[in-house]
C-alpha cells in the first residue's frame, strides 16, 4: 500500500510564497510522474505543474515564472516553490504520483488548503 503525505499549505498574503512538500511512503519500486493539481471552490480540478522521472518539468501557463516544481528520488518527494502568490492561487492542493510497486498505479495525496489573502 503506497501513502502520500503532504504538508506546508496555508494562509499568505498576496506577493507571499509557499513551499509545499509531498512524500510517498509504502512498499516503492520506482515514482515515476510527480505533479500537483488544485482545486478551487466550484471549479473543476486543474494540473498545476509535472515533473517526469527524467525531471523535465510543464508548469499551466498562470503559473509560469511564478511556481517550481522539484523532486527528489532518494526521499519520493516532490515540493511545489511558489512565489509572488495571487488571490487567485487559493485551492486545495493535491499532489499525484505514478507509482511502480512493481504494479503501476496512480495514488493521490489528501489535498492541502492554500489561502492568499488581498
Known amino acids: 500500500q503506497v501513502q502520500l503525505m503532504e504538508s506546508g499549505g496555508g494562509l499568505v498574503q498576496a506577493g507571499g510564497s509557499l513551499t509545499l512538500s509531498c512524500a510517498a511512503s509504502?512498499?516503492?519500486?520506482?515514482?515515476?510522474?510527480m505533479a500537483w493539481y488544485r482545486q478551487a471552490p466550484g471549479k473543476q480540478r486543474e494540473l498545476v505543474a509535472i515533473i517526469t522521472s527524467g525531471g523535465t518539468t510543464n508548469y499551466r501557463d498562470s503559473v509560469k515564472g511564478r511556481f517550481t516544481i522539484s523532486r527528489d528520488n532518494a526521499l519520493n518527494t516532490v515540493y511545489l516553490q511558489m512565489d509572488s502568490l495571487k488571490p487567485e492561487d487559493t485551492a486545495v492542493y493535491y499532489c499525484?504520483?505514478?507509482?511502480?510497486?512493481?504494479?503501476?498505479?496512480?495514488?493521490w495525496g489528501q489535498g492541502t488548503q492554500v489561502t492568499v489573502s488581498s
Open positions: 499525484h504520483m505514478v507509482v511502480t510497486t512493481p504494479y503501476t498505479y496512480a495514488y
Open positions: 509504502g512498499n516503492i519500486f520506482n515514482v515515476n510522474n
